[in-house]
């Protein structure tokens, strides 16, 4: 079946813009997730969610980051006012409920901050 | 909080030959899952093997297999008869089986060149 599918594969846009990131989990999947990975660096995890369930937000790294999810399906990230240390690519991964069940990543969105 | 640490940027393995790749964690709790994923340049993640913390048994996926030391708390991938499509970068990863989101904790990530 398909896999994570996030959109655009590749962002550029100036410092101060505004900028939404979409990712579209497995079906059936209730678990979702959002990483970002800045240049050389590891994943950072910045939301979750799970269901109906509020949000983990513990990971935004300032309230310029917010993301929503409808229906329990798509997911969208906004990041306003783009600066440009929020260059990087972010991960989105979802997984079915269940501590080992594995997360499906998708092949990222590269955000370039001019 | 805890945190994972890849103490080798950089590695590099002959084809057909083994090598293995460092990770150590640091945590309080008992109960934990340990992942190692590979990414290569197209930049998704892909899950090479998993460990539960409470098994005591090394896991093994074909070429690749872990060396868990629970009381070390290390977590090292030894991957047998490399193939050039090994090269990527791999990234250790923890999650705790306590209610926190479920979240991935990454280490740094090891960049291993496969050289023929």
């Known amino acids: 079946g398909a896999g994570v599918s996030q959109s655009p594969s590749n962002k550029v846009t100036e410092k101060g813009k505004d900028v939404e990131l979409r990712c579209d989990p497995i079906s059936g999947h209730t678990a979702l997730y959002w990483y970002r990975q800045s240049l050389g660096q590891g994943l950072e995890f910045l939301i979750y969610f799970q269901g109906n369930s509020a949000p983990d937000k513990s990971g935004l790294p300032s309230d310029r980051f917010s993301a929503e999810r409808t229906g329990g399906s798509v997911s969208t990230l906004t990041i306003q006012r783009t600066q440009q240390e929020d260059s990087a690519v972010y991960l989105c991964?979802?997984?079915?409920?269940?501590?080992?069940?594995?997360?499906?990543f998708g092949d990222g969105t590269r955000l370039s901050i001019l | 909080a805890q945190t994972v640490t890849q103490s080798q940027p950089e590695m590099s393995v002959q084809e057909a030959e083994t090598v293995t790749l460092s990770c150590t964690y640091d945590t309080s709790e008992s109960d934990y899952y340990l992942f190692w994923y590979k990414q290569p340049p197209s930049r998704q993640m892909i899950l090479v093997i998993r460990q539960e913390a409470y098994k005591q048994q090394n896991a093994t996926e074909n070429r690749f297999s872990v060396n868990f030391q629970k009381a070390a708390k290390s977590f090292s991938l030894k991957i047998s008869d490399s193939q050039l499509g090994d090269a990527a970068m791999y990234f250790c990863?923890?999650?705790?089986?306590?209610?926190?989101?479920?979240?991935?904790?990454f280490g740094q990530g090891t960049e291993l060149s496969v050289k023929p």
């Open positions: 991964a979802s997984s079915y409920r269940g501590r080992l069940q594995p997360q499906h």
């Open positions: 990863a923890y999650r705790s089986s306590y209610n926190q989101g479920g979240k991935l904790i």
